[in-house]
């Protein structure tokens, strides 16, 4: 779709065109950021799904394969083969749900809460590198006022 048309839908939609041109300017960069971020780790590490789980019970706690699934909006035996792999590689763990024994609760380890952290460092501190080195002091204040800003839309 060009521009002209992506104008007339959004004058149609009663969206500003500041918002929707900012909206993808955002979704775009944070695209690329995102895949810069993982261009840091090894590449023996794991796939984004699998991250995603293993992010999602570090930040959650716990859960059973079935609100896994619910939550990433992905098919019951698609968490299960993914919880498999990050349990054969000792990221995760089972146990059994004190409310229902015939269900299973998923938990990270301690090897996996130091995956996770070693990641997040990685991560962070090549955008530390490239902040300091492509940014001037300003420019990092502008960020940091902008982080705010997205914060609030992501809160709303």
Not at 7 to 33: K, Y
Not at 79 to 88: F, I, K, N, P, S
Not at 141 to 147: C, M, P, R, V
Request: hydrophobic share 40%.
């Amino acid at each position: 779709m060009d521009e002209a048309a992506r104008t007339a839908r959004n004058t149609a939609d009663g969206v500003s065109e500041s918002a929707a041109r900012a909206a993808r300017e955002v979704r775009v960069v944070f695209s690329r950021l995102r895949r810069r971020m993982r261009e840091t780790y090894d590449p023996g590490d794991l796939t984004p799904t699998q991250t995603s789980v293993l992010s999602r019970l570090d930040k959650d706690g716990e859960a059973s394969v079935s609100d896994l699934a619910t939550a990433e909006r992905v098919r019951h035996q698609s968490v299960a083969a993914t919880v498999a792999v990050l349990a054969e590689r000792g990221l995760v763990a089972r146990r059994p749900d004190p409310g229902d024994g015939r269900r299973q609760l998923i938990f990270v380890t301690g090897q996996g809460h130091a995956f996770l952290e070693d990641r997040r460092r990685a991560g962070e501190g090549w955008l530390t590198r490239a902040l300091e080195d492509e940014c001037t002091e300003e420019e990092r204040h502008t960020l940091l006022a902008a982080t705010a800003l997205l914060e609030r839309i992501v809160r709303a």
